[in-house]
């Protein structure tokens, strides 16, 4: 226990009670005078898991803090400082969220490539709010005649440009810091992520997304959502990510007729809806232009 005291700089008390508490949660374990992490801490929070989630809960750490607002945001519908307008004030919340975003894109990818037709005549994917710019590294580095536009505020793309660097495609890969809103994403796209995107904003501004979307795509484009879907009953999952959704963003989940409707307002046609496995990873949506 000095040890492991020394090592994260705290008292031995407060290291004893705090390790007490993750024996009796399942986090550690007890080996003769020795703790080690058990096997589910290590299948998710170290590198010798299949993806490791400690940014989620160094994220954890800031979302606490936010947590103390929720009385505020309840009676007011809505958060006093949404996420976004928190991240200009505190600049170390941008990168920190996208290394969370990124740990989920990690566990999502294989799912994507496995799910996303990709036809060899395809040629320009933009990937609206693609953060980190691990789904479009994947994806450029999977098909070799794709190049892509990753749209993110700047709050969001600190850490980006040296990721597609990292991965020798900055031949391929541009950032195109700016909102949504303002959209200038070009003509020819042929396929579009908008992956986990939409529960960031209100219904009518994804109707309005998807329409530009829809405007910005080459006949035979693939569209492509990744999100949470809103079901008539809430499991408590949906349910604590709606309250999260409320205080950060005030924005909220969206239900599958939903998309459906928005989609087919823009053209878009042949939906399929995939629910992926374990439920907790959210379902896509293809649409074809
Ligand atoms: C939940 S994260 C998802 C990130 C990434 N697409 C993924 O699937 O891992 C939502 C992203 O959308 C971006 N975003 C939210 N509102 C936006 C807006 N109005 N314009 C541009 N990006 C926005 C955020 O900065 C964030 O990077």
Request: glycine share 8%; aromatic share 8%; hydrophobic share 40%.
């Amino acid at each position: 226990m000095e040890e492991l005291a020394a090592r994260i700089d705290s008292s031995l008390r407060g290291t004893a009670t705090l390790v007490d508490f993750l024996v009796a949660i399942g986090y550690l374990e007890k080996e003769d005078d020795a703790f080690a992490n058990t096997a589910s801490t290590q299948r998710w929070f170290t590198s010798a898991g299949q993806v490791d989630y400690t940014p989620g809960l160094l994220w954890t750490h800031e979302a606490w803090a936010m947590m103390g607002s929720l009385a505020e945001t309840v009676r007011k519908g809505e958060p006093e400082q949404t996420l976004w307008e928190a991240m200009i004030e505190k600049p170390h919340l941008g990168p920190l969220f996208s290394s969370y975003m990124g740990a989920f894109a990690a566990d999502l990818g294989p799912d994507l490539l496995r799910h996303v037709p990709v036809s060899p005549d395809y040629r320009r994917l933009l990937d609206l709010g693609g953060s980190h710019g691990l789904h479009s590294i994947r994806f450029c580095q999977h098909y070799p005649q794709l190049a892509a536009v990753i749209v993110d505020m700047p709050s969001a793309l600190t850490e980006t440009g040296p990721e597609i660097e990292k991965a020798g495609l900055s031949q391929r890969i541009s950032l195109s810091p700016g909102t949504l809103q303002e959209h200038e994403w070009g003509e020819a796209n042929d396929l579009v992520f908008y992956l986990s995107v939409a529960h960031n904003h209100s219904a009518e501004e994804n109707r309005l997304a998807i329409r530009q979307i829809g405007d910005s795509m080459n006949p035979g484009g693939l569209l492509v959502i990744h999100e949470y879907l809103a079901e008539t009953s809430l499991d408590a999952l949906n349910a604590a990510f709606r309250l999260t959704l409320l205080l950060e963003t005030g924005t909220q989940t969206h239900r599958h007729e939903d998309y459906c409707a928005w989609l087919l307002a823009a053209g878009f046609s042949a939906i399929e809806r995939i629910d992926l496995e374990p439920r907790e990873k959210g379902s896509l949506i293809l649409a074809r232009r």
